[in-house]
């Protein structure tokens, strides 16, 4: 009896360090999340002035925003301004403040490519064409290298792209290693204008949300983070406006995933839609916390050789 559970015992040890060397191995190989990480992780820049008080959110944008189970476009306010209870003057006030913030964190994302870092930031905009979509750009990263940003302003589809499937020219603009990039309206043009105006058979449309889903999974692995913002306005006497309505709905449902959820933004002050954009992407910036990379070469020593020459 003794030398069976001698054996038992043996066994059982044995699989125990089994067991402990997989979740070696797994904890040993780096996930796509943490090959994609920085260096260094910071709230703010260091050399950046902060922003008074009554400038700030009261409540992160991304968290009043988000688009979650049970979400019903027809109740939320286009004329709100959740999270800032303050007015026009200090929202545009707010804006140039926190313009060298996002300036800074651009051009770190961009020094980073200089030492091997691949990722990118896309922030995919929608919504109506008086939702003020393109005053973004000009607004929120007016402190920003042009160089480092990559927009695109889709419209129809040309013949060439026609003949390929939906997603081609949306590949095609993705931002390269070190890019923000900025998508006026998107792939999700063709779950919308497609449904309706019955361009393609519902089923097919259908389809489009899952491969979507699917697209935007792989863009975030390959180390391109996605910010999806839904500009919101009131009602007008806009033909399809219903229907439009309904298609803005169930894409929202449909798409706002953990990994790339869907924020909702009221549009009827320009003001607060620029400012609530503005902080959704410097919420994205400092989780990502790009930084400089790390030289290859002793500092002091070539500080002291720059003396002696």
Same mark, same amino acid.
């Given at each position: 009896?003794? =030398? +069976?559970? +001698?054996?038992?015992? =043996? ?19 780096? +996930? *796509? @999340? ?18 008074? $008080? $009554? ?6 944008? *991304? ?8 979400? &019903?476009? @027809? ?15 200090? /929202? ?10 996002? /300036?800074? #964190?651009?051009?770190?994302? #961009? ?5 091997? /870092? ?5 922030? &995919? ?24 940003? =990559? ?16 997603? #081609? ?11 923000? /990039? ?5 792939? !999700? ?6 449904? &309706? ?36 306005? *009131? ?8 229907? !439009? ?16 959820? #869907? ?30 990379? &790390? ?5 002091? @020593?070539? =500080?002291?050789?720059?003396?002696? +020459?």
């Amino acid at each position: 009896m003794s =030398k +069976s559970k +001698s054996k038992g015992a =043996k066994k059982a040890a044995k699989k125990k360090e089994s067991k402990k060397a997989v979740k070696a191995k797994v904890e040993s190989s780096p +996930s *796509s @999340a943490a090959a994609h990480a920085a260096p260094h992780v910071y709230d703010t820049p260091v050399d950046v002035e902060p922003v008074p $008080k $009554k400038l700030r959110p009261d409540a992160p944008i *991304s968290s009043v925003l988000q688009v979650r189970r049970g979400f &019903v476009l @027809a109740d939320f306010d286009p004329a709100s301004t959740p999270g800032f209870d303050e007015g026009r003057k200090e /929202g545009e006030e707010a804006l140039g403040a926190y313009s060298a913030e996002i /300036g800074e #964190w651009q051009e770190r994302l #961009w020094a980073e490519t200089k030492g091997g /870092g691949q990722r990118s930031l896309l922030i &995919v905009l929608q919504g109506l064409d008086s939702a003020g979509k393109g005053g973004i750009v000009r607004h929120v990263m007016s402190n920003c290298d042009p160089a480092g940003i =990559k927009a695109t302003a889709f419209k129809a589809p040309t013949e060439e792209e026609r003949a390929h499937d939906f997603l #081609w020219r949306i590949r095609k603009a993705l931002p390269g290693p070190g890019q923000i /990039g900025v998508f006026d309206r998107s792939h !999700y043009e063709d779950v919308l204008i497609t449904k &309706v105006r019955k361009l393609i058979p519902a089923a097919e449309v259908t389809k489009r949300y899952a491969i979507i889903n699917a697209f935007e999974r792989e863009v975030i692995e390959s180390g391109t983070q996605i910010v999806k913002v839904f500009m919101y306005i *009131s009602r007008d006497e806009r033909a399809f406006w219903d229907d !439009y309505m309904k298609a803005f709905q169930t894409m929202l449902t449909r798409t706002s995933t953990v990994a790339a959820p #869907w924020y909702v933004i009221p549009a009827n002050n320009k003001w607060y839609a620029r400012y609530a954009v503005q902080q959704l992407l410097l919420e994205k910036l400092r989780e990502m916390s790009p930084d400089w990379p &790390v030289p290859d070469y002793d500092i002091e @020593a070539e =500080k002291a050789r720059l003396a002696q +020459s």
